[in-house]
DNA sequence: GCGACAG
DNA sequence: ATCTTGTCGC
């Protein structure tokens, strides 16, 4: 892809984001209480003949037992570049074909990225909350740094956090998920608030991971559905 | 030229 | 994200 190609790309896709970042809501729009589905969604790349591939795995569990109600993925060739900031342009086409194959409707989606912990505030989970058109929350393993500002390392116990500010406002927080783990970072994605993606995001933490239930799940059949594809072949 | 860089 | 085995530690 030429330089010049991606540049106009880029001016494009910020273009969009902008229009979009007006609409964010982080307040709650529905009852706490009447959650009941909740998914998790992730992405496995691999290469083939030449062409780059990916696998999206969305996997649907019950907020109270943690079951695992349902699970779907798609597989299809991947036509956008990463590009740093603009993740959800990328991983978008494949998200929402999966999401046509979903035969239940989940309350709200997790999301393995960011949300409004992003340098326009339009992370992949507050990009693709307008397309989902449902509560979404962002949980990345790394932090994306902006402006420079450092995250701040929580207290080494279970549910400590410190919030991300950047210029008086709170972009996100880091959480330490487990004790003895490297923290998370959480961010709303849009229609919830800090405090209740936090709280969603801990009650789905179990002792095999420091990332919840839905992502963790999402990603190991990822690379389940890589593997089931490669081997076909 | 060098370092940064969600997934 | 992906390329990759064993190994140290709880």
Same mark, same amino acid.
């Given at each position: 892809?030429?330089?010049?190609?991606?540049?106009?790309?880029?001016?494009?896709? #910020?273009? +969009?984001?902008?229009?979009?970042?007006?609409?964010?809501?982080? +307040?709650?729009?529905?009852?706490?209480? +009447? #959650?009941?589905? !909740?998914?998790?969604?992730?992405?496995?790349?691999?290469?083939?003949?030449?062409?780059?591939?990916?696998?999206?795995?969305?996997?649907?569990?019950?907020?109270?037992?943690?079951?695992?109600?349902? /699970?779907?993925?798609?597989?299809?060739?991947?036509?956008?570049?990463?590009?740093?900031?603009?993740?959800?342009?990328?991983?978008?086409?494949?998200?929402?074909?999966? !999401? %046509?194959?979903?035969?239940? /409707?989940?309350?709200?989606?997790?999301?393995?990225?960011?949300?409004?912990?992003? %340098?326009?505030?339009?992370?992949?989970?507050?990009?693709?909350?307008?397309?989902? %058109?449902?509560?979404?929350?962002?949980?990345?393993?790394?932090?994306?740094?902006?402006?420079?500002?450092?995250?701040?390392?929580?207290?080494?116990?279970?549910?400590?956090?410190?919030?991300? !500010? #950047?210029?008086?406002?709170?972009?996100?927080?880091?959480?330490?998920?487990?004790?003895?783990?490297?923290?998370?970072?959480?961010?709303?994605?849009?229609?919830?608030?800090?405090?209740?993606?936090?709280?969603?995001?801990?009650?789905?933490?179990?002792?095999?991971?420091?990332?919840?239930?839905?992502?963790?799940?999402?990603?190991?059949?990822?690379? /389940?559905?890589? %593997?089931?594809? /490669?081997?076909?072949?």
């Amino acid at each position: 892809m030429l330089v010049l190609e991606k540049d106009e790309m880029v001016q494009n896709f #910020i273009a +969009q984001q902008n229009d979009l970042k007006e609409h964010i809501s982080l +307040q709650n729009n529905f009852l706490e209480n +009447q #959650i009941s589905l !909740v998914a998790g969604l992730d992405i496995a790349y691999w290469h083939k003949n030449n062409k780059e591939y990916g696998a999206c795995c969305i996997q649907v569990f019950d907020f109270r037992s943690k079951n695992l109600i349902e /699970q779907v993925s798609y597989i299809n060739e991947i036509t956008v570049p990463y590009i740093s900031g603009f993740l959800a342009f990328r991983e978008l086409p494949l998200i929402l074909e999966a !999401v %046509k194959k979903l035969k239940t /409707q989940p309350s709200l989606y997790m999301f393995d990225g960011n949300g409004y912990l992003h %340098k326009r505030h339009m992370g992949i989970a507050t990009h693709a909350s307008f397309y989902l %058109k449902k509560p979404t929350i962002g949980v990345a393993k790394t932090y994306y740094k902006i402006e420079n500002i450092d995250f701040t390392m929580p207290e080494n116990i279970a549910g400590a956090f410190t919030d991300i !500010v #950047i210029d008086g406002e709170v972009f996100g927080r880091t959480l330490r998920s487990r004790k003895n783990v490297k923290p998370i970072f959480v961010s709303c994605g849009n229609w919830i608030d800090l405090d209740t993606a936090t709280n969603i995001t801990m009650h789905f933490i179990d002792k095999d991971s420091r990332l919840p239930i839905p992502v963790r799940y999402a990603d190991l059949a990822t690379h /389940q559905a890589r %593997k089931l594809h /490669q081997d076909d072949v």
